[in-house]
């Protein structure tokens, strides 16, 4: 689901302290339209934690890899 569906809004308040890493294929052969239904899962995963995101909280990180080193 797309945040431009309908759907209800969750949001997590009672959460402990989680490191919670993403590693997304970037390279060529996901193709685009592939690539950006990558990131909107992501999106979709990460939305109900943005209350709750810091330090001593939920912390997010994303790892991008290719076959186009930068």
Known sequence: MGA???CPIVVCE???EADIAFL???SSSIG?????A???FVEDLVSPFV???GEKAVRFAVVQYSDDPR
């Open 51 to 53: 209350h709750v995101v």
């Open 24 to 26: 997304v294929d970037g």
């Open 14 to 16: 009672n959460v402990l």
């Open 38 to 40: 990558i990131r909107t």
């Open 4 to 6: 431009n569906q309908c």
């Open 32 to 36: 685009r339209n592939n690539f950006r």
